[in-house]
């Protein structure tokens, strides 16, 4: 199975600035087939970016999703408030689906 | 507005069975598969699987066969997951997802429910 490992595992950033969050893939991932979601506690995950660079309905463009093969990026460009949560990515390229492990946006 | 909402949480004694629903709302149900994803304390996300919400055909993941059963009541627009002899190890969190139309990623997902297995 593609194993994805994400990094930093906790990410500290002052609202207003830049974010950008690596997740890396142990193999190729088919066709960029790779999403990022955002979840907050005591919510369900919501879909941010999938097809590794496509927005997702309703997401603003400060979130912004490239990469391809086994390395990722997601990155908030001008981080507001409630931008501060876990990021997760998710391969569905082959199967099994796998998901990296997270990383912590907290705020500076 | 589109939704998953799932069933409550469940305390169940080693070697029972759990049956978890999600029903879906706000959209054509039969439309797009259903995926069911695992999170079991301090441990990421697992996918166990997906059920064509069409056919009812089941796909299980490795580690999900056997005593998981994926199942649909169209008539209510659910999809169920039942676990049987229940284990300590199945203390999770569960949660479905929604398949997007256009691509393989997750669109909707439920609240998720949480499963504790105790004697």
């Known amino acids: 199975e593609i194993v994805l490992t994400q990094s930093p595992g906790t990410l500290s950033v002052s609202p207003g600035e830049r974010a950008t969050l690596s997740c890396r893939a142990s193999q190729t991932v088919s066709s960029g087939f790779l999403a990022w979601y955002q979840q907050k506690p005591d919510q369900p995950p919501r879909l941010l970016i999938y097809g590794a660079s496509s927005r997702a309905t309703g997401i603003p463009d400060r979130f912004s999703g490239s990469g391809s093969a086994t390395d990722f990026t997601l990155t908030i460009s001008r981080l507001e408030p409630e931008d501060f949560a876990v990021y997760f990515c998710h391969q569905y390229g082959r199967s099994p689906d796998t998901f990296g492990q997270g990383t912590r946006l907290e705020i500076k | 507005q589109v939704h998953l909402v799932q069933s409550r949480s469940e305390l169940k004694k080693p070697g029972a069975s759990v049956k978890v629903s999600c029903q879906a709302s706000?959209?054509?149900?039969?439309?797009?598969?259903m995926n069911w994803v695992r999170q079991a304390p301090g441990q990421g996300l697992e996918w166990m699987g997906w059920?064509?919400?069409?056919?009812?055909?089941?796909t299980y993941a490795q580690g999900f066969t056997g005593r998981f059963v994926f199942s649909l009541d169209t008539s209510v627009s659910t999809a169920y997951l039942q676990i049987n002899s229940l284990k300590a190890e199945d203390t999770a969190v569960y949660s479905c997802a929604r398949e997007g139309a256009l691509s393989g990623s997750f669109d909707i997902w439920g609240q998720g429910t949480m499963v504790t297995v105790s004697s």
């Open positions: 706000g959209y054509t149900f039969s439309n797009y598969a």
């Open positions: 059920i064509n919400t069409n056919t009812g055909n089941p």
